[in-house]
Nanobody, 123 residues
Framework: LQVVESGGGLVQPGESLRLSCATS????????IGWFRQAPGKEREGVSC????????TFPVSVKGRFTISRDNAKNMVFLQMDNLNPEDTGIYYC?????????????????WGQGTQVTVSS
């Protein structure tokens, strides 16, 4: 089973990034997939999740209206579109497969984690 993130990078405040998560080794359409992030010196937090047939949801109030999650069940991929980024969004972003088709902001519901992709927002 694999969960592999890509798309991170260094951007300026106000810019956008689109993270991708490629998965394999399980029946993609049966599980919720989501994103967590960990900022320097802070605890890991749930960012967004999408169940097998959607729609997606975002957890922190700070990202609502700026982050959008989507999934492509034909390609076994999930995407996180992040707009109007600010320095507080800096951190390592992890794609996760949940234990079931249930979305949660709590990491104990995440069964498999990717290696993470770094997002840095700085002027």
């Amino acid at each position: 089973l694999q969960v592999v993130e890509s798309g991170g990078g260094l951007v300026q405040p106000g810019e956008s990034l689109r993270l991708s998560c490629a998965t394999s080794g399980f029946t993609f359409a049966e599980y919720a997939i989501g994103w967590f992030r960990q900022a320097p010196g802070k605890e890991r937090e749930g960012v967004s999740c999408v169940s097998a047939k959607g729609p997606g949801t975002t957890f922190p109030v700070s990202v609502k209206g700026r982050f959008t999650i989507s999934r492509d069940n034909a390609k076994n991929m999930v995407f996180l579109q992040m707009d109007n980024l600010n320095p507080e969004d800096t951190g390592i972003y992890y794609c996760v497969r949940y234990v079931s088709n249930f979305c949660s902001q709590y990491s104990n519901w995440a069964a498999y984690w990717g290696q993470g992709t770094q997002v840095t927002v700085s002027s």
